[in-house]
């Protein structure tokens, strides 16, 4: 076993994929085998990246949401095909937006429910407008505070873009799901999570609030600027976190690499975390991975080749068209500022890289930093 080219790949990524700093840990058969710090925190200052920093995880928020949605389904709160209006009932009332004229769309009654499966699997009719009325309205109601229901039923009562689990199409869905998780519990996300996930893995520290520990550990952010490939220093934020007191299922969460990979252990071990308190049924991690999309959708919803998805995850479908030596069924999720997890069960790896560049190339680096390792770790 040798990461020789693991090491290489790292400390020279900021020379052609314009990453200042970058950090990953690998698991193999449940223990740690990798783990390496390259670059820089802050470029212009020249200050190394910390191998204990913190994160904004944008989406790779979602795989944590999905899971904590999941523990409700094992406890018995729903199934996948409930209504999703039995929690938030303004979805009983859904509107989608339909032609009625060459160029013309009017909101219509929906003829489907919308059901917890459309929420996992982005299949709601939802979009993904930070922007939209009802949510600058809730905004301007609360006084920037936009508590996470209150956002939740205004999106409710706007008009769905096509018949619930009809398409594939990237949006607020599991900021919708962290809504329902505080609707069934009466908690608030983050809290919930706190109970079921973090707390039990020994997650100290992630969460929707940034405290102070974290506050000194956060690393610098940076865009990526593809027309003249350059990076450039931006302000380190989150644009998902819509209000002060909105926890966003989606994209809002704040973590390391050393905390989130036991979650990635968690779920690659069958729901069973390293220290063994199990957070999660094996059933239900096996039911996350399982393909949802169809054939006809992948080639033109999805455009990840070789992959389908499952309950708010990516999971390898097709080895000849990923080119992933990953086995079939590793899955996991990414963030915009290039955080990245890949859970393989049958092999027992577990990844976990982080960036804090928002645009470029990252999803093709993540590729090619599964395969380096897939192929380091020839059992």
Known sequence: ?????????????????GIPGC??????????????TAGFDDLEAGTRLRSDAFYYLFSATKVITCATALTLLDDGYFTLYTPVSEFIPEFADAKVLKPVEPGRYEPQKAENELTMRDLFTMRSGLDYNLRSPG?????????GRAPTLDIVRALA???????????????LSHD???????????????????ERIFDPLGME?????????????????????GTDNTTHPRETSCPYQLGSEYESGGAGLVSCVDEYILFAEALCNGGKGLNGERILSKQAIDMM?????????????????????GLGVRTHVNPSLSGSLTSVGEFGWDGAAGFHVSIDPEREISIVYAQHVLGGKFTYYHRLINNIVHASLQD
């Open 1 to 17: 076993m040798s990461f020789q080219r693991l090491t290489e790949f790292l400390d020279h990524i900021g020379d052609w994929g």
């Open 23 to 36: 950090d990953c840990v690998v698991y193999h058969h449940h223990k740690p085998v990798y783990r390496h």
């Open 135 to 143: 949510i600058l309205e809730v905004l301007e109601k609360t006084d």
């Open 157 to 171: 009562k706007q008009p769905l873009a096509f018949e619930p689990g009809t398409h594939f199409r990237y949006s």
């Open 176 to 194: 919708v799901l962290g809504g329902v998780v505080e609707a069934i519990t009466g908690k608030k996300l983050g809290a919930y999570m706190r």
């Open 205 to 225: 520290h992630t969460g929707f609030a940034i405290d102070e520990y974290m506050k000194e550990r956060l690393a610098k952010q940076y865009y990526y600027r």
């Open 289 to 309: 991975r399982i393909d949802t999309i169809p054939d006809e959708q992948k080639r033109h919803e999805y455009g990840r080749p070789g992959y389908g998805y």
